[in-house]
């Protein structure tokens, strides 16, 4: 009559995991379990596959090295090590040590692109804050994509040939976007000197050519995604404006139009913190409906496809042509700047900053 076979405990505890681990569709779920599962091979081997689970007679008391409890704790160690950084991808941005600005911006894109504070962290000290007084020229409009906070500031360009009426930029709107093309979409909205001044006392966040390229190139993590995200909502914007009467305001991330303020320069609605609508039981609650919703016996068809770009922007190539003649032109003025102040260049070249102004 055949018997079961005398096992640890320790191995039935890393089957459970091993199977649990292939329900799952969430990666963190996949690699705990994962990391579970090893844990018990690892246990299972010290304690010398003993049917009680006792570590009374430990191989390596005896001088036994057994090479896969060896391996098991070297995967046990992986994993255990990609769960944590998975975990800490999810660790929310602290507002006690975030600046008002800053918690302002996360605000922002946070409501347009539902982005998270890992990858806002990479945005964020790749761009700088610019104030500027009434009627100031924005300085590098031409490599330096900005995003208006708050303030107002009017533009025009030339297009076709022609210098175009005068539009203006509120809070929560880009500018120039022709900088987009940077980008894998090819949007166009191609323009010539362009020039921006403000119309009041006025808060921007900007980003040079070098960083927004950095961006793009960026796997881990991975900015594309979340640019190309706002790219759209920013189209959408435009437009709308074209069907919207003179004193009609756009609309912020829920839809809902911006108040009369907006008009006159106030920030956009998406730039205040957000007032957490649930309590942290249901937050709680929300995570474990997402954890069950991910447990399934068979993974959705197409988990693994994701939308994208597969030829190269063309006017991706000509943008960067076309700004580093003009970082060429900045790295001679601060050559010459620096011969002025004493000879010592302290400055980077390979990418001045947004206060350069190449047409000197």
Known sequence: MAKLADNSPFLYFAVFFFAFSSLWSDLICI???LTMGFLGLVLAGFSG??????????????????????????LFILNACISYRLIM???????D????????????????CNMTPLHFHELYKRGNIIELDANEKVPNCHRTLYLLIEGR????????????????????????????NIFTLP???????????????????GWDICSLVEMRD????????????TIIRSLS??????HLKKNDTLYDSMLIPEDESWLWGARSRDFAPRVPSKSIWQKIKGQFVIFANSMQLLPPRGIRHRPGIIEVNPKQVALEMKCKGARSKSNRFLRLLSSKVGGKDELDLSCPGLWIDSSV
């Open 97 to 112: 040590r975030t600046g008002e600005e800053e918690l302002a911006l996360f605000s922002y894109f946070q409501s347009r």
């Open 153 to 180: 500031v009017k533009c025009n360009c030339i297009i076709n040939g022609n210098r175009c009426e005068d539009f203006v930029k509120r809070s929560g709107e880009f500018f120039d976007i022709r900088i987009y």
């Open 218 to 229: 960026l796997k881990s993590p991975s900015l594309l995604k979340f640019w190309e995200f």
């Open 49 to 74: 596959h003993d049917s009680k689970g006792s570590f009374a007679n430990m191989p390596l008391s005896e001088g036994i090295i057994d090479l896969t409890t060896i391996l098991n704790l070297i």
């Open 89 to 95: 991808d999810e660790v929310p941005i602290n507002s």
């Open 187 to 205: 949007i166009g909205f191609d323009n010539e000197d362009f020039q921006a001044t403000t119309m009041m006392k006025t808060k921007l966040f």
């Open 237 to 242: 914007a435009v437009a709308i404006r074209h």
């Open 31 to 33: 690699r705990v379990s």
